[in-house]
């Protein structure tokens, strides 16, 4: 028996990185899993590899900034007792150089997806009788500052709370929200950015001497946390921030 037989998880930004450990570990753990990504080639390479741990999961291509699609994709699924709120994105930049249209990209991105779809699910979690929603956060946001990064802290704890709040507002209807808050993670995402700061290996060697274990975290790492979180072993938490940074902000 799997800790996740009988769920059925949707998800966004699932096609790589944390969202895609996640999506595989749900499906090993015996979860239907719904995944979506806006990277079309991604998300259907990640159903085949559903595909050969179990059938019955579904993979397509969502993009989290159409509201419109994110609403019609609550309403065509039924039965989601699980929904993971994965979308990100990482814009460069202090108060004094970040434009108002990155600002708003970044909750654009990092903020109202997870409002959309959690409103849009709402009225079914509540008529089932309860629901757990798991929403990627950052160590960089309301925990913990970090140079550079003005729009995506403020995103991150935006995220924070908003999770709070959907979990103080509807814990009596059995709906938990928690939030997983990861450090630096081993990602394709954190390549891209290393990549752009300049010799990407240099560049990562920088990234791993700030971590305080002395390496990066894996996607997979992030991926139990959210397993337990998926899982009725989980039942008792909500409104948490589930810190998993390798001693960042100890």
């Known amino acids: 028996m799997g800790r996740l037989d009988g769920k059925t998880i949707f998800m966004t930004a699932a096609a790589a990185g944390i969202g895609g450990a996640c999506a595989t570990a749900f499906a090993r753990e015996g979860a239907r899993v719904i995944a979506t990504d806006r990277d079309a080639a991604g998300i259907a390479k990640k159903g085949e590899e559903l595909a050969a741990i179990s059938g019955g999961h579904e993979t397509y291509a969502l993009d989290v900034t159409d509201s419109a699609a994110l609403r019609a994709a609550a309403e065509r699924h039924h039965g989601v007792n699980v929904l993971y709120n994965g979308a990100g994105w990482v814009h460069q930049g202090m108060l004094g150089d970040t434009e108002l249209a990155d600002w708003q990209r970044s909750f654009d991105i990092n903020v109202t997806p997870m409002f959309v ?3 849009a699910f709402l009225p079914a979690f509540i008529a089932q009788g309860g629901a757990s929603i798991i929403n990627i956060a950052s ?3 309301s925990l913990k500052g970090v140079p550079n990064r003005v729009s995506y802290m403020s995103t991150k704890a935006a995220v924070i709370g908003l999770t709070k709040s959907i979990a ?4 009596k209807h059995n709906i938990r929200c ?3 808050c990861p450090g630096s993670v081993d990602s394709p995402s954190l390549h891209e950015r290393a990549k752009a700061l300049g010799d990407h290996d240099e560049v990562w060697k920088t990234f791993v001497a700030r971590q305080p274990i002395g390496r990066m975290a894996s996607a997979d790492e992030m ?3 959210a ?3 998926a899982s009725d072993e989980s039942a008792y938490a909500t409104g948490a921030n589930f810190v998993v940074d390798g001693g960042i902000t100890m």
């Open 168 to 171: 103080f507002d509807y814990m």
């Open 117 to 119: 779809l959690s409103q």
């Open 223 to 225: 991926a139990h946390i």
């Open 227 to 229: 397993v337990y979180l």
């Open 178 to 180: 928690n939030a997983i």
């Open 139 to 141: 160590v960089a946001s």
